[in-house]
């Protein structure tokens, strides 16, 4: 309350109501009226406030009541023990102020006056002295009474309606507030210390301000979910991935060695047919030489006949040398009993038994030559014999070898051709392998972009400040900046409880102590 | 100077006088004769003429032979009568100097029985002269008896 406003309100009352000095020149009787009538008027106010509880209910006490009632006279006395002045002015605004600041309607206020007033007129007109005064002075008189109690209602109750859209302007200006708080993602923000009259507009308020909270929680853990789905996936892509052009690379060295595995059972089945075609020649050549192994002991049989006949001739020959050596003893025997007559006979028959010696010794010496011949001839066709079996053994094997061969080559082509199926389905998990890598490029490009996503939905959702739950909450992923701005934001948005003095329920003690001012 | 006959039985060397061989022949089978004397091998027929072969070997005590067609029968005239000799072989017909023939030893033998004559060493091998005389006297014989008369 500014004292320019003070002097100002009064003066312009003052000359709108005009009250001038004539009206001045009444004030004392009327203060000589109002401590005539004032106190049992007052009485009787309160009496009647007693009996009612609504207006009963701003009194706590009765003491206060007679504190208030007093100061209520001291007032009325105050009114007319001087000129309207600022001081005064003060004084019935505070009263307005006050009915505001604890509630009390202008009914009861204006009850009071209109029961003081007609306290007082009555008392005027009737039991005063000043009803010894003349019409003309008498309506001077009451004119003023009323005129001031006008004045002094008019100031009170425009405090008091000023007061309450003060209080009114408060309460919209704390909800404007909060709401733009809201608008600016403020959800710990909180309506309190509203009066009574605003508390189902609190609680709207703030069901509506938790409902969103709630719910851009929700939308805040979703997207941590969704940022840690995404993150996890991208990894698993990305694993994927690495595995995937491992397996690329494994099936290309898989298939290279397939292909080097084809051509060299290629090759074995190749060295296979040829080892079957030189083991037929060498059976065949074997054969031959089992042949040849035959005629040659045939041969060696030959051999040993002819040299059988030799020995029979060589025993004929040694024979005759046999007889041809007693033959020529004989001669020599009879050479010697010739006596000299025989010598030269004798010599001649020394010759042929020389001779028949030579024959006889050749011989023997022929014999023992066809005897070794014979053995060494029958040792040939022993060996020969085994050369033969060890011929025949070797057909045998080498036709088992045969066998085997072909065996091995018909393995080896069978092989080859599996083989060759194998790299057919080698060179489709190539293929695959290849899809399979691009749709996982395809996925990682796909969780990165998710998950960028969820980061920005992160972002938004942490522009609003949510309260201590979003504060407890830890983040699934170390996001700092918006992690340190709710923070930040969150000890800011500590509720902060407004107290509003002049808006004091009148259960407040320190409302009540402002009665000393009435 | 005198003329033998040398022939072996196994690895010894032995001789006879020349002047006494009539013929000599290659083996032929022998006719056995009964309750013949063991180194008797039977009778042979030579031109007409039985002759009792003798195996000289057993005559000898030096085992009986077996003899083949290389086995040479040397015909005797000792005394009145041709012996057939079985032997291994005749090996020559030598000269000797008569005084070189040396008398057997006489080592604890009877001296009727010994049927060496004499030794006498022919190109370094010594020969024992066999006393034919002694060699038939145990073999009893039937008479000559000239098949054809």
């Avoid at chain 1, 007609?118 to 008189?141: A, C, D, F, H, W």
């Avoid at chain 1, 057919?424 to 190539?430: G, S």
Wanted: charged share 25%; proline share 4%.
């Amino acid at each position: 309350m500014q004292p320019d406003q003070t002097n100002h309100g009064i003066e312009s009352r003052v000359n709108f109501f005009d009250l001038d000095q004539a009206n001045y020149d009444a004030f004392p009787a009327i203060a000589r009226a109002v401590e005539k009538a004032a106190p049992a008027a007052l009485d009787r106010f309160y009496r009647k406030v007693q009996e009612t509880p609504e207006a009963a209910a701003f009194f706590s006490s009765t003491a206060m009541m007679n504190h208030a009632k007093a100061k209520q006279l001291d007032h009325w006395r105050g009114m007319f023990a001087r000129r309207l002045d600022g001081d005064y002015f003060a004084k019935a605004e505070k009263i307005g102020h006050i009915h505001a600041r604890i509630g009390l309607e202008p009914t009861w206020y204006i009850g009071g006056y209109a029961l003081v007033l007609e306290q007082m007129i009555g008392s005027l007109l009737t039991g005063s002295p000043l009803s010894r005064l003349g019409g003309r002075q008498m309506s001077r008189v009451i004119g003023t009474l009323v005129k001031c109690a006008m004045i002094d209602m008019d100031i009170a109750l425009s405090a008091y309606f000023r007061a309450a859209d003060a209080d009114r302007m408060a309460v919209i200006g704390q909800v404007g507030e909060a709401m733009d708080r809201l608008a600016q993602g403020d959800f710990s923000v909180e309506l309190t210390g509203l009066p009574e009259s605003f508390a189902k507009l609190v609680e709207d308020f703030n069901s509506m301000r938790e409902r969103m909270r709630d719910t851009l929680l929700q939308v805040s853990e979703t997207a941590d979910g969704i940022n840690t789905g995404a993150t996890e996936i991208s990894q698993a892509a990305s694993d994927l991935s690495r595995r995937t052009e491992q397996q690329a690379a494994s099936l290309e060295e898989t298939a290279a060695a397939m292909d080097r595995i084809t051509a060299s059972v290629r090759e074995t089945a190749e060295g296979a047919g040829h080892v079957y075609t030189s083991v037929g020649e060498a059976q065949t050549d074997a054969t031959e030489g089992g042949r040849v192994v035959r005629e040659a002991i045939e041969a060696m049989d030959g051999i040993e006949r002819s040299a059988q006949e030799i020995a029979q001739i060589i025993g004929v020959i040694d024979g005759i040398a046999f007889q041809t050596n007693l033959l020529a003893l004989n001669a020599g025997v009879e050479a010697a009993r010739a006596g000299d007559a025989g010598k030269g006979f004798a010599v001649v028959a020394n010759e042929v038994r020389a001779l028949a010696q030579r024959s006889a010794d050749a011989a023997k010496d022929i014999k023992g030559l066809i005897d070794s011949s014979s053995k060494q001839v029958e040792s040939g066709v022993h060996l020969v014999g085994q050369t033969g079996q060890a011929l025949e053994r070797i057909v045998t094997k080498v036709a088992e070898i045969a066998a085997l061969a072909s065996e091995i080559s018909a393995s080896a082509e069978t092989q080859a051709a599996n083989m060759l199926q194998v790299n057919n389905a080698v060179a489709d998990m190539d293929k695959m392998t290849q899809q399979n890598a691009a749709m996982v490029e395809q996925t990682t490009a796909a969780a990165h972009s998710l998950e960028s996503e969820a980061e920005e939905l992160t972002k938004l959702v942490h522009r609003f400040r949510l309260g201590q739950e979003k504060r407890q909450r830890q983040p699934a992923r170390p996001v700092a900046s918006p992690v340190a701005g709710t923070e930040a934001q969150g000890s800011r948005a500590r509720p902060r409880r407004r107290v509003v003095g002049n808006l004091a329920v009148a259960a407040d003690p320190a409302a009540q102590g402002d009665w000393s001012d009435f | 100077m005198r003329q033998l006959i040398t022939f072996r039985i196994g690895a010894q060397s032995l001789a006879v006088d020349i002047m006494a061989t009539r013929e000599i022949r290659a083996w032929s089978p022998t006719t056995p004769l009964p309750h013949a004397a063991g180194f008797v091998r039977g009778v042979l027929d030579l031109r007409g003429i039985v002759l009792p072969v003798i195996d000289l070997s057993a005559r000898l005590g030096w085992g009986d032979c077996d003899p083949t067609p290389r086995h040479v029968v040397m015909v005797m005239q000792i005394g009145d009568r041709p012996y057939g000799l079985i032997v291994d072989a005749v090996s020559d017909i030598a000269t000797i100097d008569s005084a070189d023939v040396q008398a057997p030893p006489e080592l604890g033998r009877d001296g009727d029985h010994d049927l060496v004559k004499g030794i006498v060493t022919i190109q370094g091998e010594m020969v024992m002269i066999l006393d034919l005389d002694r060699l038939a006297g145990d073999c009893p014989l039937p008479e000559e008896t000239p098949l054809a008369a």
